[in-house]
């Protein structure tokens, strides 16, 4: 979008891009997760995380023997639910992940518990391999796609239940983008249109014409480098899939430890940030009794879909940061199974997709100071928290009559405005709470030209103080 200031006036040249229907976004969505066994904080974790449910998902609850990642769940023929993930020794603590392998576990029920059946490809590198995942091929058969530890590697099997056969590993075609083709979190989906996709760490998409195997064509650069609101850095675990009309990502970023969810037509460009997909320090992984976990990290999304909308998430999760997770103590890590309402969600998107095509024009003038009336150097910077647009600006007292020369463009504070429709309405909330200067100066300071911007967790405002 661009800004021009006319006169005392602030216009804007844009068209809303919105989040999703009265300000919701992907979080809020998540369903009330049903009990399958007794709430319990004597478990592991269970001081830092609340009373849990150690038969949701796939854990060890003695804490003794496997730690667990990742986590694809496929509905099989036989009604059964079948999860696909990484284990390592619990002793060897998270630092152990280099050490996994794949293991295959059942449950039937989607929500758990998941039964661990053992290594997919026990006579194959002792079944090595960790960033493990899964999906249903365009002929019936099934694959699992490991993407750390053997990158790219791919095996194959008529059934759920293995054996699983090595058909060999992924390849990236030679062209300018493809240093962005490595296999680090790679997650892969065939598309509506039969090709297979594929979105890494990279954030870098990649198709092939040709099979899971590829060849696949770096399409471009990293798509997160087109989305301001993202983060811009230690994004990681993206997940890819189609729904609604829509290809969905949903990207973690490491750093700040939530989430941030994606929407693209074709799924190749023109990706809007759609706000918040999730958020450990909140509250949306409930039980249907009220009671409320908070993993401290949750990484590694991703998706069933039944009757083409999402059910559930899986999740990787861990009750301390991964270092104080050392072996051979009370702290480890599992896969969790949430549930979520895909048809409300895909309803929902549909109705953001349409009224964006549709636009939605910006008044003339867009924003007033409701104080001073000269709102001037406005910067944009988007707050996921609140999933708003956030304005800051000079605010310039452009109707003070006392105000000889050039002094009405001093005594200014930064005011902050918001808007909750991509930018088409704006809101004024006050000003920002700065105490620079204001020690030796509490009644004559200025402060003029702020620019606001989003690193690790943290908004840095810089901006110009004269004191007088």
């Known amino acids: 979008m661009r800004l021009a200031l006319v006169g005392s006036l602030l216009w804007l040249v844009a068209v809303a891009d919105l989040s999703l229907v009265n300000g919701k976004t992907l979080i809020d969505y998540f369903l009330p997760v049903p009990i399958r066994g007794p709430l319990s904080t004597d478990v592991w974790g269970g001081q830092e995380v ?72 026990p006579e194959n590198q002792a079944g090595k391999g960790h960033n493990v995942t899964a999906l249903v091929l365009p002929d019936g058969r099934y694959a699992i796609v490991v993407s750390e530890t053997r990158p790219g590697d791919v095996f194959v099997s008529n059934s759920l239940d293995g054996p699983w056969e090595h058909l060999g590993s992924i390849k990236v075609a030679e062209n300018q983008y493809s240093h962005l083709g490595q296999m680090s979190n790679v997650a892969i989906m065939v598309r509506p249109d039969g090709r297979f996709q594929i979105i890494a760490r990279s954030g870098a998409l990649w198709i092939s014409e040709d099979g899971i195997l590829g060849p696949y064509v770096v399409q471009g650069p990293s798509i997160y480098q087109g989305i301001p609101e993202l983060p811009k850095r230690d994004l990681e675990d993206p997940v890819i899939w189609y729904s609604g009309g829509l290809y969905h990502v949903v990207v973690n970023c490491w750093t700040a430890r939530k989430a941030y969810h994606l929407t693209s037509t074709n799924g ?148 902050i405005a918001e808007s909750a429709d991509g930018g088409a309405t704006w809101t004024y909330k006050g000003v920002a709470q700065i105490n620079y200067g204001k020690g030796e100066h509490p009644n004559d300071y200025t402060y003029w030209a702020p620019e606001v911007i989003w690193v690790d967790g943290l908004y840095h405002m810089f901006l110009s103080f004269v004191p007088g």
């Open 268 to 415: 190749i460009d023109n990706w809007r940030f759609r706000g918040l997909a999730y958020d450990p320090t909140t509250d949306f992984i409930r039980y249907t009794d009220g009671t409320v976990n908070h993993w401290f990290k949750i990484e590694r999304p991703a998706v069933l879909i039944e009757d083409g909308h999402v059910t559930y998430f899986t999740f990787a999760v861990i009750d301390v940061e991964k270092a104080q997770d050392r072996g051979g103590d009370m702290h480890n890590s599992k896969v969790i199974v949430v549930p979520f309402d895909g048809v409300a969600f895909d309803r929902d998107m549909q109705a953001v997709a349409a009224t964006r095509a549709q636009g939605k024009p910006a008044p003339r003038p867009l924003y007033k100071d409701p104080v001073y009336d000269a709102p001037t150097d406005p910067v944009l910077c988007f707050n996921a928290e609140s999933n708003r647009w956030f304005m800051y600006y000079t605010a310039r007292r452009g109707n003070v009559e006392d105000a000889p020369g050039v002094s009405w463009v001093h005594g200014t504070n930064i005011g």
């Open 50 to 121: 609340g009373a849990r449910d150690i038969r949701n998902g796939l854990e060890d609850p003695t804490c003794r023997q496997w730690s667990y990642w990742d986590g694809q769940i496929i509905k099989g023929p036989d009604g059964r639910y079948h999860m696909f993930t990484s284990r390592w020794d619990q002793a060897l603590g998270h630092r152990g992940w280099s050490r996994s392998v794949a293991v295959h576990a059942v449950s039937d029920n989607p929500i758990g518990p998941y039964e661990d059946k053992g290594l997919c490809w």
